[in-house]
């Protein structure tokens, strides 16, 4: 998985033909590493067009149940409301640890917005500061399409037709989105639910779809008793996040990456709060699941 791209510039309008060659590259690989780019966000914009335009992140609504961004208007690009400013800067552009959104703890094995009814069909991150080399941050993809085709048979046949529901109240770092409340019941748990396996609608492929690693009730699998939800699912991450299906990219000044949040979960390592990292992300338009 994983494909370099050169000779192309994003700030520049595309032909047709390359248009399709790089929406056929992304089917093909998954993740598409653009190098060197030199972008604003008018042209982040345009490049998500390409692959298919841009969806609201599913994070939005609790910032405005609480009465609007405010104190987290630097999380949001100005020219642009559909981009998220991706950083462990604080509301001051101070690096820091904890900024109360990913700032710069580790963020586990995860789709994007898997905890919306119709989930984005892909991410697009724009990186625009690094911390040194050896300071964090990397990021890792794994290919899930692989996962499902090495699942053992038996684990195929248990998840066969299964959903889990995927709960809402916390980032990808874990922390309590603003006004979100932490279930302790299978009844509190918001999010909506999504198959086991889901079929890529452009390869037709199977892929493991886990979402993100919570504890019960957050995870479960819809009318499975609580025991054999916890079990069953932990072999599944187990299986899925085997070194074997990953690819890291060390992150450089100028790197636009997109990659299918469809078919492969990304993680990123612990950031030193010394260093700044920042990031300009778009999602892209997804489709309603489609089960295995």
């Given at each position: 998985?994983?494909?370099?791209?050169?000779?192309?510039?994003?700030?520049?309008?595309?032909?047709?033909?390359?248009?399709?060659?790089?929406?056929?590259?992304?089917?093909?690989?998954?993740?598409?590493?653009?190098?060197?780019?030199?972008?604003?966000?008018?042209?982040?914009?345009?490049?998500?067009?390409?692959?298919?335009?841009?969806?609201?992140?599913?994070?939005?609504?609790?910032?405005?149940?609480?009465?609007?961004?405010?104190?987290?208007?630097?999380?949001?690009?100005?020219?642009?409301?559909?981009?998220?400013?991706?950083?462990?800067?604080?509301?001051?552009?101070?690096?820091?640890?904890?900024?109360?959104?990913?700032?710069?703890?580790?963020?586990?094995?995860?789709?994007?917005?898997?905890?919306?009814?119709?989930?984005?069909?892909?991410?697009?991150?724009?990186?625009?500061?690094?911390?040194?080399?050896?300071?964090?941050?990397?990021?890792?993809?794994n290919n899930q399409y692989m996962a499902f085709e090495e699942l053992p048979d038996e684990l195929k046949h248990a998840i066969h037709g299964k959903s889990q529901r995927h709960d809402s109240s916390r980032n990808s770092a874990g922390v309590l989105r603003p006004g979100a409340k932490l279930p302790t019941t299978l009844d509190e748990v918001e999010g909506p639910i999504h198959p086991l396996v889901r079929i890529h609608p452009v390869t037709r492929k199977p892929a493991l779809y886990l979402g993100r690693r919570r504890v019960w009730p957050s995870n479960h699998i819809v009318g499975m008793p609580d025991a054999e939800s916890r079990a069953l699912l932990s072999k599944l991450w187990e299986h899925a996040t085997q070194e074997k299906y990953a690819w890291t990219l060390h992150w450089q000044v100028g790197d636009l990456v997109l990659w299918d949040n469809r078919c492969c979960m990304h993680y990123r390592t612990e950031i030193n709060p010394q260093y700044s990292r920042v990031m300009h992300r778009i999602v892209i338009k997804g489709e309603s699941v489609i089960p295995w």
């Open positions: 998985m994983g494909a370099e791209i050169k000779g192309v510039d994003l700030s520049m309008p595309l032909p047709d033909d390359v248009q399709e060659g790089l929406r056929k590259a992304w089917a093909d690989h998954m993740v598409l590493v653009f190098r060197g780019q030199h972008v604003n966000d008018d042209q982040l914009v345009e490049a998500a067009g390409i692959f298919g335009g841009v969806q609201e992140v599913g994070s939005r609504k609790y910032y405005f149940l609480k009465g609007g961004l405010g104190e987290h208007d630097h999380r949001v690009s100005k020219s642009h409301p559909s981009i998220s400013i991706i950083s462990n800067l604080d509301a001051n552009g101070h690096p820091v640890q904890d900024n109360g959104a990913l700032g710069s703890y580790e963020v586990t094995w995860h789709s994007d917005n898997s905890y919306v009814e119709i989930p984005p069909a892909g991410s697009m991150l724009y990186a625009l500061e690094i911390p040194p080399e050896g300071n964090g941050g990397e990021t890792s993809f």
